[in-house]
């Protein structure tokens, strides 16, 4: 059985730095596209970005310059990694896997979700 | 873009309809995701219309032209949540604003 779970800080300041990580237990890291999705309070969610196993990115175009997305293999661990941040960035960050079934990507297995707060 | 309604009210044991429409959506897949308060989403429909293990039968899919549809039959109390849809490849994923059902 496929789990990921997440950790990280959860209460930051504004300018500061998030940084949350995932690892994945139950299943090869290898052939999935490894990604994290934001839910900000009373809004949708938001696809933030993923990574391959073999450590190509991709990313939101909206925030791209802000955000950054590693892999460590030899641990089965992903990390997310936005900066300067603000209070819009207060969201429940959760990460995925990505399969890719045909020309789409969906996510089957996600993490419990980590609630990050930014505020002075 | 794409474009949910905000929010669906039906009673137990009807027929809930969610859609989800955007520029030539039936060219791509459709998923959708179910998202309860306090839990993470669970994925309920993919690639338009297959159902993952474990999903029951009453949720189904259809996508074309503009439009992606998730159809619930015989809704539950326990269908009550959030769904969103989802479309878009590697690097192009985007998702639907949500819908809001409510089975009363």
């Known amino acids: 059985q496929v789990q990921l779970q997440q950790w990280g800080a959860g209460l930051l300041k504004p300018s500061e730095t998030l940084s949350l990580t995932c690892a994945v237990y139950?299943?090869?890291?290898?052939?999935?596209?490894w990604t994290w999705i934001r839910q900000s309070p009373g809004k949708g969610l938001e696809w933030i970005g993923e990574?391959?196993?073999?450590?190509?990115?991709y990313y939101n175009p909206s925030l791209k310059s802000r955000v950054s997305i590693s892999v460590d293999t030899s641990k089965n661990q992903f990390s997310l990694r936005l900066d300067s941040l603000t209070a819009a960035d207060t969201s429940v960050y959760y990460c995925?896997?990505?399969?890719?079934?045909?020309?789409?990507?969906?996510?089957?297995?996600w993490g419990p979700g980590t609630l990050v707060t930014v505020s002075s | 873009d794409l474009t949910q309604p905000p929010s669906l009210s039906v009673s137990p044991g009807q027929t809930a309809t969610i859609t989800c429409s955007g520029d030539k959506l039936g060219d791509r897949f459709a998923s959708w995701y179910q998202l309860k308060p306090g839990q993470s989403p669970v994925l309920v429909i993919y690639q338009d219309n297959q159902r993952p293990s474990g999903i029951p039968e009453r949720f189904s899919g259809s996508n074309s032209g503009n439009t992606a549809t998730l159809t619930i039959s015989g809704s539950q109390a326990m269908d009550e949540a959030d769904y969103y849809c989802q479309a878009g490849d590697v690097g192009t994923v985007v998702f639907g604003g949500g819908t809001k059902l409510t089975v009363l």
């Open positions: 995925a896997r990505g399969r890719h079934r045909g020309a789409t990507l969906n996510f089957d297995y």
């Open positions: 139950g299943e090869s890291f290898n052939g999935y596209y």
């Open positions: 990574i391959s196993h073999t450590g190509i990115t």
